[in-house]
Nanobody, 120 residues
Framework: QVRVVESGGGLVQPGGSLRLSCAAS????????MYWYRQATGKQRELVAS???????KYADSVKGRFTISRDNAKNTVCLQMNSLKPEDTAVYLC??????????????WGQGTQVTVSS
């Protein structure tokens, strides 16, 4: 069993910053790419950022220059530093990990999400 848990969401004013964290635990043999998605009310889930095990990153155009994804392979954690937040960044942010369990089976594992609200 692999578990993914996010933390760090909350309410922040426009222009402010938040740092989200995600930890994967359980029967993990290895983790490949880790992702942050977000889903706003009434909208489709959107890929925000991803980072491979070797540290290669990709970002949605809407967050480039404002968000930074990073990971600690030893701790199976990934973070999303969000700066210059805008009201349109308001969403539930979900962590996803492509992980291999001890049976050497690859699967995508989702966390339950953390709410980020950007409002004055």
């Amino acid at each position: 069993q692999v578990r993914v848990v996010e933390s760090g969401g909350g309410l922040v004013q426009p222009g402010g910053s938040l740092r989200l964290s995600c930890a994967a635990s359980g029967s993990i043999f290895s983790i490949d790419t880790m992702y942050w998605y977000r889903q706003a009310t009434g909208k489709q889930r959107e890929l925000v950022a991803s980072i491979t095990a070797s540290g290669n990153t990709k970002y949605a155009d809407s967050v480039k220059g404002r968000f930074t994804i990073s990971r600690d392979n030893a701790k199976n954690t990934v973070c999303l530093q969000m700066n210059s937040l805008k009201p349109e960044d308001t969403a539930v942010y979900l962590c996803n990990a492509l992980a291999q369990d001890y049976r050497r089976v690859w699967s995508y594992y989702w966390g339950q999400g953390t709410q980020v609200t950007v409002s004055s």
